[in-house]
């Protein structure tokens, strides 16, 4: 077995001690903490597998220590002891952060900066559609921009803003439009009260048909038409819509300047505490692993950013509950 005096795990970028649980790649015999490995799912040099690559500590050339049960799958990822039956998919960490910034596109921007800070940092904290982000991020930081156009927003307005963890923000723009939606309702039945009478009785009416016809007949059309307030309740449908329609234009135009101040927020949150001498520790597999420095501050730029899914869900359940009162 090769020597490991005064290396350090690529990982953690913890020396090497006597009785370290230690895996070797087996393509380019770089070593890894057996924990830190299975924290970033594959060899932090798996980019460079195919190259010729192998690594040398500066003495001599590391062969590659094929150990047994110690496998990989194609792409390079890890197969913990115990699981090559299994499907051979990586472990992911208990945050399902990237691998400690050794991803390929955090690494790089590593030495460009934005606002100050490293752009590695933003583009750990963004994890998804990172190149898109980035480049919108140089030209806020760059030009002084107030705005830039999201689709995302524009068409799912509060859901994507909890899906991008924005969550005032998202939590915010889902009061303003449930608030809208109340207004319109209450001028309907207030300014075409025959209008909002007709269509609660024959959409009760129709409560119990299919979905498809919903109980509306042809009948029904007309004698809504022909109710004396009906062009008071279209004219309020009209400005109801374009009001709607108006704060999705904001929130697509808006969207992207104001998940560059989160993600530049999160960034000195996460810096201060790091400096202060915080450290992270991850428990995988039940074998815990300190991370402190930039390793640390990448990894809980990764773990705090990102997306939810869930979180978009749970906005779009609980306005739909709410709307049903």
């Not at 949150?269 to 790091?274: C, D, F, L, Y």
Request: charged fraction near 20%.
């Amino acid at each position: 077995m090769p020597t490991l005096d005064e290396i350090k795990c690529p990982v953690c970028g913890v020396e090497f001690a006597e009785g370290d649980d230690v895996v070797y790649c087996p393509d380019c015999g770089t070593p890894h903490h057996r924990a830190c490995y299975n924290m970033a799912g594959h060899c932090v040099n798996a980019r460079l597998h195919g190259t010729g690559f192998i690594f040398n500590d500066g003495s001599a050339v590391k062969e590659p220590a094929k150990q047994e049960k110690n496998k990989t799958t194609a792409e390079g990822f890890y197969v913990p002891k115990g699981s090559e039956g299994a499907d051979e998919k990586p472990q992911p960490s208990i945050f399902a952060a990237p691998s400690l910034g050794t991803n390929d596109l955090v690494s790089h921007y590593e030495k460009e900066t934005l606002d100050g800070e490293k752009a590695s940092y933003y583009a750990a904290a963004v994890r998804t559609n990172v190149v898109r982000f980035m480049n919108i991020f140089k030209k806020f930081d760059t030009s002084g921009k107030k705005a830039s156009w999201n689709w995302g927003a524009f068409f799912f307005g509060p859901y994507y803003l909890l899906f991008r963890k924005m969550y005032s923000h998202g939590i915010g723009l889902m009061i303003i439009e449930t608030l809208v939606s109340y207004l319109g309702s209450y001028f309907m039945s207030v300014k075409a009260p025959i209008f909002t009478k007709m269509t609660q009785d024959i959409f009760a009416a129709g409560a119990n048909t299919t979905f498809r016809s919903l109980g509306i007949t042809q009948a029904d059309i007309n004698a809504v038409r022909g109710a004396a307030d009906y062009q008071t309740a279209v004219t309020i449908s009209i400005i109801l819509v374009a009001v709607l329609f108006l704060i999705r234009i904001i929130a697509g135009a808006l969207a992207d300047k104001i998940y560059f101040s989160r993600v530049k927020n999160l960034i000195k949150t996460v810096s201060e505490k790091i400096d202060e001498g915080a450290s992270v520790s991850a428990f995988i597999n039940a074998a815990p692993v300190d991370i402190s420095g930039e390793k640390a501050k990448l990894y809980y730029l990764s773990a705090k950013g990102g997306t939810s899914l869930f979180a978009a869900l749970i906005g779009y359940l609980a306005l739909s509950i709410i709307m049903t009162l």
